[in-house]
């Protein structure tokens, strides 16, 4: 079969973005695994994706939650971390885990689940990503987005800003909406079939 063409469409594509921080219900994803930090700790690194609302489907992506065991101090905070994340899915209380692999199974299990997310700081790109800031029980609500939406991207050194657009972003601009358009009119030298060289 020939392609018969396409209207783009921003809620028909894969991989579908969470725009705004807030509040969401979500699925943890299969990928999610057990990992070492660079620190040398054992680390979740947890993948979910939304359940409801307007950004369902939509992934929330690299959750770590890091057992840190180096002082006792630690070591609490990353059990109440740990038993905080279980409740939320809804493991039953009393449940023994042996090991984070377990305790990952048991997440996978148990699935669902509201996460808290904010913005976190640019990366090296310039990119914010949103940061889980807390995991509860589902919401009966559903996922409510709070209409803070990522700060704009930050090129380092380039004096990137809302009103200066960066070369990518000028470029997709001047995209045409059709594509059935001579990508080369107005290019300047028009060259005839007799002067090619095939």
Same mark, same amino acid.
């Given at each position: 079969?020939?392609?018969?063409?396409?209207?783009?469409?921003?809620?028909?594509?894969?991989?579908?973005?969470?725009?705004?921080?807030?509040?969401?219900?979500?699925?943890? &994803?299969?990928?999610?695994?057990?990992?070492?930090?660079? $620190?040398?700790? *054992?680390?979740?690194?947890?993948?979910?994706?939304?359940?409801?609302?307007?950004?369902?489907?939509?992934?929330?992506?690299?959750?770590?939650?890091?057992?840190?065991?180096?002082?006792?101090?630690? *070591? *609490?905070?990353?059990?109440?971390?740990?038993?905080? +994340?279980?409740?939320?899915?809804?493991?039953?209380?009393? $449940?023994?885990?042996?090991?984070?692999?377990?305790? +990952?199974?048991? &997440?996978?299990?148990?699935?669902?689940?509201?996460? $808290?997310?904010?913005?976190?700081?640019?990366?090296?790109?310039?990119?914010?990503?949103?940061?889980?800031?807390?995991?509860?029980?589902?919401?009966?609500?559903?996922?409510?987005?709070?209409?803070?939406?990522?700060?704009?991207?930050?090129?380092?050194?380039?004096?990137?800003?809302?009103?200066?657009?960066?070369?990518?972003?000028?470029?997709?601009?001047?995209?045409?909406?059709?594509?059935?358009?001579?990508?080369?009119?107005?290019?300047?030298?028009?060259?005839?079939?007799?002067? +090619?060289?095939?």
């Amino acid at each position: 079969m020939a392609f018969k063409g396409l209207t783009v469409d921003e809620n028909n594509v894969l991989g579908r973005r969470v725009e705004e921080a807030g509040t969401y219900n979500v699925r943890l &994803l299969p990928t999610s695994e057990l990992k070492t930090a660079s $620190t040398g700790k *054992e680390m979740l690194v947890l993948d979910y994706e939304v359940l409801d609302g307007k950004y369902a489907g939509g992934q929330i992506r690299y959750d770590n939650v890091v057992y840190d065991d180096t002082t006792q101090e630690k *070591e *609490e905070a990353s059990i109440k971390r740990l038993n905080t +994340l279980l409740v939320a899915a809804g493991v039953p209380v009393g $449940t023994q885990i042996k090991t984070l692999q377990i305790l +990952l199974q048991g &997440l996978k299990k148990y699935n669902k689940m509201n996460v $808290t997310v904010e913005w976190g700081e640019p990366n090296t790109k310039g990119y914010s990503n949103l940061n889980v800031i807390s995991h509860n029980t589902t919401d009966p609500e559903g996922s409510k987005p709070n209409g803070v939406f990522a700060p704009p991207r930050q090129q380092a050194g380039m004096g990137y800003s809302a009103g200066n657009q960066s070369a990518v972003d000028q470029a997709a601009a001047n995209l045409p909406k059709h594509f059935d358009a001579d990508p080369f009119a107005g290019a300047g030298q028009v060259i005839s079939d007799d002067n +090619l060289p095939f």
